[in-house]
């Protein structure tokens, strides 16, 4: 189990805390519809933290090549279609580039620095000339929104309980999935980037914003500086 994460409920748990079982019931949301307006038909897209393939089947489904990157065996045995590799995003080097890298689920806000640095590292290290890096950030409020829930189509209750610092600008976040049947948790290690704090570590990495996506911000473009 990664530092700082942890989680509960029925199933195997994965090392940053995330359930399996979970992630199988919970549906696909708006990232295939950003992915598609921006990428190419037929693009060969790099999925980094792809878990059970919520957003990797829409993308195959609607013609894109993809190659599902997950640290957890027992997310990539959900995967269907996609080559999948299995291996901890930061060190992962195929050798090749894609024309798009996808880097969702906010693991760009990962509370270790070091981490988030090598997650944009593998980003930059995996994208053919011209090719676009879409990036999953953490929304201007998901800290301070707290407590707060929705509730999904799936019929799931999703709250974020709890965002509480724990030093060096990380908060552990607590959330909770309860569906009539069966509650899971998760407890994470997340670092707030301001857009400032966000392009900067882009630029460390070699990448710059190429365009806001989403009105919020949450979903970025980002391509090579130079």
């Given at each position: ?6 989680g509960t ?23 295939p519809?950003?992915?598609?307006a ?30 599902a ?7 990539l045995?959900?995967v269907?279609g996609?080559r999948?590799?299995c291996a ?8 090749e580039?894609?024309?798009a ?5 906010f ?9 988030r640095r ?11 000339p ?10 201007a409020?998901w ?13 799931c209750?999703?709250r974020?309980v709890?965002?509480?610092p724990?030093?060096?600008g ?8 309860a569906?009539?049947d ?17 392009e ?16 919020d ?10």
């Open positions: 189990m990664r530092a700082g994460h942890r409920g029925p199933g195997a748990i994965t090392p940053d805390g995330c359930a399996v079982e979970l992630y199988a019931r919970l549906p696909v949301r708006e990232e519809d950003v992915v598609a921006v990428v190419p038909q037929g693009a060969r897209i790099l999925e980094l933290g792809c878990g059970v393939g919520r957003v990797t089947r829409p993308l195959l489904e609607r013609g894109f090549a993809v190659t990157v997950d640290e957890s065996p027992e997310m045995a959900r269907r996609a999948t590799i901890p995003i930061e060190e992962l080097d195929l050798e580039t894609f024309d890298v996808l880097l969702a689920s693991l760009v806000n990962a509370g270790d620095a070091e981490v090598a997650l944009l590292r593998t980003c930059v290290r995996h994208l053919a011209g090719g676009r890096v879409l990036i999953q950030r953490e929304g409020d800290h301070t929104n707290v407590p707060r829930e929705r509730v999904d189509p799936s019929g209750t999703v974020i709890s965002a509480e724990v030093g060096d990380v908060n552990s976040v607590h959330a909770e999935y569906f009539p069966a509650t899971w948790t998760h407890t994470f290690l997340t670092r707030p980037l301001t857009k400032e704090q966000f900067e570590a882009l630029s460390e990495a070699g990448l710059r914003v190429d365009e806001y996506l989403t009105e911000g949450v979903w970025v473009r980002a391509v090579r500086a130079e």
